[in-house]
C-alpha cells in the first residue's frame, strides 16, 4: 500500500466520548433535510462495495446482511455501494440496469428499514464506468492484442536502419516486439500501447476514435434516469450519482478532459454532462426525490483538477438542484500502482488512492478529518450562492470530537465514516447512549482495503477471527472470516 514519504506513524487519537445528555445536545445528533427526506441525524455510512453481490449483479443474502448490519446501528444515513447502471457483466458488483434487478434491491431496502426500526435513510450509488483490461503476458499482447501498423514498421526500420521492416509481414514483426529488450519496445510503441502492456488496457472518456466513447453523452442521460427511476421503485430514498474517483463521470468533470466535441476543456463544459445526467434523472423521478451527487474535491494527480474546479462544480451542481454534495478526494487509475500479469490496474493503489482512504502511516497531516479543507471550500461555494444544499464530508473521521467539531466549524452538515462503521456499525447507537468506551475503533491501517482490492469479501481485522464457531456465523467462502461484526447486546432497545 502506498504511503508519504518520509512517513510519519500516527496512532488513533485519544478521545473523549459524550454522556448521554451531551450526545442528545450534541449537532451530530440534530436532524437535517436532504433533499425531500430528513435524516434523524448527520451521521451517514458513505459507498463501500462489500464483493457480496452475484456473479451477474444480484443481491444476495450476504448482501442483506451486511446492510442490515449496518443499519442496526440506526446512522441517519446508509449508501448502498457503487451499483452498475448498465445491463453488461461487471463481476460481483451490484446492478441495477434492468428491472430484474428490482426484487432484491426491494428486499434490501426492507432489510434496512426493518434493522433500523425505520429510523435510517438509504440511498444506492449509481455508477458508470468505461472498460479496464487485465495486465496481459508479454507474448499475449503482442501476439494478439497489439494492432500492428505502418507506424510501428516505421519506427523498427528507423532503429534498425533497415527498410526492409516497411514491408515485412505482421507475425516477423510481432515475434521481433515479443522478444525485444524494453529499449526498444519503449521507442517502437507509442504512451497508450506501453500502458496496454504494462498495466493492461484501459478506455478514457477522451478516447472518442471509439463511437461508444462518442456517444456518452447520447447514452448516459437515459441510463441513469432509468437506473434512479429503479431506485426509486425499489423504495430507496434517494440516489447518489457517482461523480467521483476513477469512474466514467468524474472523468468527465476532470481538467484532463479536453474532448473537442462541447463536453470538455473549459471548466463549464466539463460539468455538461454531469449536469445533462442530473436533469435526465431528475425528470424521470420527479421533483419530490432525493438525488445527491459524489464527486472529488480534488483528483490529487497531475493536471487534474483541483480544490478551485471542485467549488465551481459544487455551485453548479447546488443550482441545479441537486439535493446533496458528497466530497470524497482522489482514487485515480492515472497514478495507480503497476498490477500484477493476470491482474486489472486498481485505482486505489498510488498517491490519490491513499488520499481517497488515508491510513496512520501518513505525512505530518496524519489521516484523521484529512479532507476537510475541501468540503468546506465545496461548503462555501454552495453558501456563497445562497442556497442551503447539505455537503457530506468523509475521510479518516472515527470519534465523535471530530464530527462535533466538523459541524460546528461548519467544514460540513453531515459526516461521513466508512471504515469505523465498518469496524463498529453500532458507534453511533454507543456514543448516543453514553456508551461510547465500547466503541470498537479502527485503526486506519486499511486490512479491509486490502480485501477490496483483491476482490475478496471485505470484513474488518478487529472482529472477523472472533467466535468463528459459534452458531449462525456467516464465514467468508475461504472459511476463515466471519462476515458480520458480533451483535452489540447491550444495545438501546
Ligand atoms: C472497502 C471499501 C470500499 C469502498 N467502496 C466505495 C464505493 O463503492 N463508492 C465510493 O464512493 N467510495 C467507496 N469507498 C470510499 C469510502 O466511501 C470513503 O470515502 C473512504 O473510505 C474514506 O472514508 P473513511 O476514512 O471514513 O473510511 C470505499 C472504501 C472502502 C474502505
Ligand atoms: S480493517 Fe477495520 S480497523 Fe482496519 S482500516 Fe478497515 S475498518 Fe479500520
Given at each position: 500500500?502506498?504511503h508519504?514519504e518520509?512517513v510519519?506513524?500516527?496512532?488513533?487519537?485519544?478521545?473523549?466520548?459524550?454522556?448521554?445528555?451531551e450526545a442528545?445536545?450534541a449537532?451530530?445528533f440534530?436532524?437535517?433535510?436532504?433533499?425531500?427526506?430528513e435524516?434523524?441525524?448527520?451521521?451517514?455510512?458513505?459507498a463501500?462495495?462489500?464483493?457480496r453481490?452475484?456473479?451477474?449483479?444480484?443481491?444476495?443474502?450476504?448482501n442483506?446482511?451486511?446492510?442490515?448490519?449496518?443499519?442496526?446501528?440506526?446512522?441517519?444515513?446508509i449508501?448502498?455501494?457503487?451499483?452498475?447502471?448498465?445491463d453488461?457483466?461487471?463481476?460481483?458488483l451490484?446492478?441495477?440496469?434492468?428491472?430484474?434487478?428490482?426484487?432484491g434491491?426491494?428486499?434490501?431496502?426492507?432489510?434496512?428499514?426493518?434493522?433500523s426500526?425505520?429510523?435510517?435513510r438509504l440511498?444506492?450509488?449509481v455508477?458508470?464506468?468505461?472498460s479496464?483490461?487485465?495486465?496481459?503476458?508479454?507474448?499475449?499482447?503482442?501476439?494478439?492484442?497489439?494492432?500492428?501498423?505502418?507506424r510501428?514498421?516505421?519506427?523498427l526500420?528507423?532503429?534498425?536502419?533497415?527498410?526492409?521492416?516497411?514491408?515485412?509481414?505482421?507475425?516477423a514483426?510481432?515475434?521481433f516486439?515479443?522478444d525485444a529488450?524494453d529499449e526498444?519496445?519503449?521507442?517502437?510503441?507509442?504512451?497508450r500501447?506501453?500502458?496496454?502492456l504494462?498495466?493492461?488496457?484501459?478506455?478514457?472518456?477522451?478516447?472518442t476514435q471509439?463511437?461508444?466513447?462518442?456517444?456518452?453523452?447520447?447514452?448516459?442521460?437515459?441510463l441513469?434516469?432509468e437506473?434512479?427511476?429503479?431506485?426509486?421503485e425499489?423504495g430507496?430514498?434517494?440516489?447518489?450519482l457517482h461523480?467521483?474517483?476513477?469512474?466514467?463521470?468524474?472523468s468527465f468533470?476532470?481538467?484532463?478532459?479536453?474532448?473537442a466535441?462541447?463536453?470538455?476543456?473549459?471548466?463549464?463544459?466539463?460539468?455538461?454532462l454531469?449536469l445533462?445526467?442530473?436533469?435526465?434523472?431528475r425528470?424521470?423521478?420527479?421533483?419530490d426525490?432525493?438525488?445527491?451527487?459524489?464527486?472529488?474535491?480534488?483528483?490529487?494527480?497531475?493536471?487534474?483538477?483541483?480544490v478551485?474546479d471542485?467549488a465551481?462544480?459544487?455551485?453548479?451542481?447546488?443550482r441545479?438542484?441537486?439535493d446533496?454534495?458528497?466530497v470524497s478526494?482522489?482514487?485515480?487509475?492515472?497514478d495507480a500502482?503497476?498490477?500484477?500479469?493476470?491482474?486489472?490496474?486498481?485505482?486505489?493503489?498510488?498517491p490519490?488512492?491513499?488520499?481517497?482512504?488515508?491510513t496512520v502511516?501518513?505525512?505530518?497531516?496524519?489521516p484523521?478529518?484529512?479532507?476537510?479543507?475541501?468540503?468546506?471550500a465545496?461548503?462555501?461555494?454552495?453558501?456563497?450562492?445562497?442556497?442551503?444544499?447539505?455537503?457530506?464530508a468523509?475521510?479518516?473521521v472515527?470519534?465523535?470530537?471530530?464530527?462535533?467539531?466538523?459541524?460546528?466549524?461548519?467544514d460540513?452538515?453531515?459526516v461521513g465514516a466508512?471504515?469505523q462503521s465498518?469496524?463498529?456499525?453500532?458507534?453511533?447507537?454507543?456514543?448516543?447512549?453514553?456508551?461510547?468506551a465500547?466503541?470498537?475503533?479502527?485503526?486506519?491501517?486499511?486490512?479491509?482495503e486490502?480485501l477490496?482490492?483483491?476482490?475478496?469479501?471485505?470484513?474488518?481485522?478487529?472482529?472477523?477471527?472472533?467466535?468463528?464457531?459459534?452458531?449462525?456465523?456467516a464465514?467468508?467462502?475461504?472459511?476463515?472470516?466471519?462476515?458480520?461484526?458480533?451483535?452489540?447486546?447491550?444495545?438501546e432497545k
Amino acid at each position: 500500500m502506498w504511503h508519504p514519504e518520509p512517513v510519519v506513524r500516527h496512532t488513533i487519537p485519544e478521545t473523549r466520548w459524550p454522556t448521554r445528555e451531551e450526545a442528545a445536545r450534541a449537532l451530530l445528533f440534530q436532524p437535517v433535510r436532504v433533499g425531500r427526506v430528513e435524516l434523524e441525524s448527520r451521521t451517514w455510512v458513505p459507498a463501500m462495495v462489500p464483493w457480496r453481490a452475484t456473479e451477474d449483479g444480484f443481491v444476495t443474502r450476504e448482501n442483506l446482511e451486511w446492510y442490515g448490519r449496518f443499519a442496526a446501528g440506526r446512522p441517519g444515513a446508509i449508501v448502498v455501494e457503487a451499483t452498475g447502471i448498465r445491463d453488461v457483466p461487471s463481476g460481483p458488483l451490484l446492478r441495477i440496469g434492468h428491472d430484474r434487478f428490482l426484487p432484491g434491491l426491494r428486499e434490501l431496502v426492507e432489510t434496512v428499514r426493518r434493522e433500523s426500526r425505520g429510523r435510517t435513510r438509504l440511498f444506492i450509488q449509481v455508477i458508470d464506468f468505461l472498460s479496464v483490461k487485465r495486465r496481459p503476458e508479454k507474448s499475449k499482447f503482442f501476439g494478439r492484442f497489439l494492432d500492428v501498423g505502418e507506424r510501428h514498421r516505421r519506427a523498427l526500420a528507423e532503429l534498425t536502419g533497415d527498410e526492409g521492416w516497411l514491408s515485412l509481414g505482421e507475425p516477423a514483426v510481432r515475434a521481433f516486439l515479443r522478444d525485444a529488450p524494453d529499449e526498444v519496445v519503449e521507442r517502437v510503441l507509442d504512451g497508450r500501447e506501453l500502458e496496454a502492456l504494462r498495466y493492461g488496457y484501459r478506455e478514457r472518456v477522451t478516447d472518442t476514435q471509439l463511437a461508444h466513447v462518442r456517444e456518452l453523452p447520447r447514452v448516459l442521460p437515459g441510463l441513469f434516469a432509468e437506473a434512479a427511476r429503479r431506485a426509486r421503485e425499489a423504495g430507496f430514498d434517494g440516489v447518489e450519482l457517482h461523480y467521483a474517483h476513477a469512474y466514467t463521470m468524474a472523468s468527465f468533470l476532470s481538467r484532463r478532459n479536453d474532448r473537442a466535441d462541447g463536453y470538455g476543456g473549459s471548466p463549464e463544459a466539463r460539468a455538461r454532462l454531469p449536469l445533462e445526467v442530473y436533469r435526465a434523472v431528475r425528470e424521470r423521478v420527479g421533483a419530490d426525490y432525493t438525488v445527491g451527487v459524489r464527486f472529488l474535491g480534488d483528483e490529487v494527480i497531475e493536471g487534474g483538477s483541483r480544490v478551485g474546479d471542485a467549488a465551481f462544480y459544487a455551485a453548479e451542481f447546488a443550482r441545479a438542484g441537486l439535493d446533496f454534495l458528497s466530497v470524497s478526494k482522489g482514487g485515480k487509475f492515472e497514478d495507480a500502482k503497476q498490477p500484477k500479469v493476470g491482474h486489472a490496474v486498481y485505482p486505489y493503489t498510488g498517491p490519490s488512492g491513499y488520499e481517497c482512504m488515508p491510513t496512520v502511516l501518513s505525512d505530518a497531516l496524519g489521516p484523521f478529518g484529512r479532507n476537510l479543507s475541501l468540503s468546506r471550500a465545496v461548503r462555501d461555494a454552495v453558501r456563497a450562492e445562497g442556497l442551503e444544499t447539505p455537503v457530506v464530508a468523509a475521510g479518516g473521521v472515527g470519534t465523535f470530537e471530530l464530527a462535533e467539531e466538523i459541524l460546528r466549524r461548519g467544514d460540513a452538515d453531515i459526516v461521513g465514516a466508512a471504515r469505523q462503521s465498518l469496524a463498529d456499525p453500532d458507534w453511533f447507537l454507543k456514543a448516543r447512549a453514553g456508551r461510547g468506551a465500547d466503541v470498537r475503533r479502527c485503526t486506519y491501517t486499511n486490512y479491509c482495503e486490502a480485501l477490496d482490492q483483491s476482490h475478496k469479501q471485505v470484513t474488518c481485522k478487529l472482529w472477523d477471527r472472533e467466535g468463528l464457531k459459534d452458531p449462525g456465523v456467516a464465514l467468508s467462502s475461504d472459511g476463515r472470516r466471519r462476515l458480520l461484526p458480533p451483535r452489540w447486546t447491550d444495545g438501546e432497545k
